[in-house]
């Protein structure tokens, strides 16, 4: 069973922030923590969690062990352990992971699909 993540992560916990002035457009790979409170397009490949803040948005296809959205989603997620749509996200995605947690007070569209074993390559 994946282990719990928090929903709203420590700032100083984590290795790597798109802090909310920055847009950045193509290919981020991190082996480590991913904070994202700007706006994200292309490809992310994050070793290990991948937190969207509220107002961030995030328009790309996601690899990571885990992904908290709190923003907004649109693209494709595929995550290792899981994926959780908290209360007051949006997306519209295709989703992928062996647990999937869609906040029923989040706004979400799209194909999920759980997965007894998901890549993050």
Do not use: W
């Amino acid at each position: 069973m994946p282990r719990a993540l928090k929903s709203v992560p420590d700032e100083e916990e984590i290795d790597t922030v798109l802090e909310a002035d920055l847009e950045f457009s193509g290919s981020l790979s991190t082996d480590k923590d991913l904070l994202v409170k700007g706006r994200l397009k292309g490809t992310v490949n994050c070793g290990e969690e991948l937190y969207i803040a509220p107002g961030a948005i995030v328009d790309a296809e996601v690899h990571a062990r885990s992904i908290v959205v709190r923003g907004t989603l649109y693209g494709s997620a595929l995550a290792a352990e899981s994926i959780q749509m908290m209360a007051g996200s949006s997306g519209s995605a295709l989703l992928e992971a062996p647990e999937i947690v869609i906040d029923e007070q989040s706004s979400f569209s799209g194909t999920t699909t759980i997965s007894r074993c998901a890549d993050n390559a």
